[in-house]
């Protein structure tokens, strides 16, 4: 039955350790455990939830959704994939080589659509530079992410799909976090 479970990285969009998303990373895990997930593990205090489950993409983006909903009161948006998905994410990166400081992974809900995508792509990002392989969209600064015009809100915006957005560090860790079985 075990064998059936596989290890899912779960970001949480715009969980803060105060505010009106504050969500505690302890309380949760032990509110994930209660509802099913296996082996529920956090990296920090912004919503990167590591867990072992049976549960399909969509089921699990939901039933972290409704248990942050339901015990934190919070109405996050919650992107899950698998683990193998971010070494993937991580191989794909057109930005091979560059200041890992200034490289940022935006994850998207969905891939968007191609006019969105076009009109995106269109606009340039100049001085940083921006691409959208697949359902991740890869961000290199030329200065600070602060100062990015391709922000998370920026992406959701033009490409009409829901984002979160993580350092190359925190993916880096969530990598090395996830293949812990």
């Known amino acids: 039955m075990a ?24 309380p949760l895990r032990a509110a994930l455990e209660e509802a099913g997930l296996r ?8 919503g990167n939830v590591m867990a072992s ?13 409704d248990v942050i909903k ?9 992107l899950a994939r698998s683990a193998p998905y971010f070494n993937e994410a991580m191989e794909n990166n057109p930005f091979k080589g560059a200041d890992p400081a200034k490289l940022y992974f935006t994850l998207l809900a969905s891939e968007p659509e191609d006019a969105w995508l076009e009109a995106f792509h269109a606009l340039g990002h100049a001085p940083d530079q921006v691409q959208v392989v697949g359902d991740m969209a890869y961000v290199l600064c030329a200065t600070k992410y602060s100062e990015l015009k391709a ?18 560090n925190t993916i880096s860790k969530l990598i090395a976090l996830g293949a812990i079985g």
């Open 39 to 46: 082996n529920v593990r956090t990296y920090i205090q912004s």
């Open 53 to 65: 489950t049976n549960l399909n993409q969509s089921a699990i983006e939901d039933l972290v959704h």
């Open 70 to 78: 339901e015990r934190f009161g919070g109405d996050i948006k919650v």
């Open 151 to 168: 922000n998370n809100n920026f992406i959701e915006r033009k490409l009409k799909v829901a984002a979160t957005t993580r350092n190359f």
């Open 3 to 26: 064998s059936n479970h596989e290890d899912k990285i779960i970001l949480l969009r715009g969980v803060m350790p105060t505010g009106k998303n504050k969500v505690l990373m302890a």
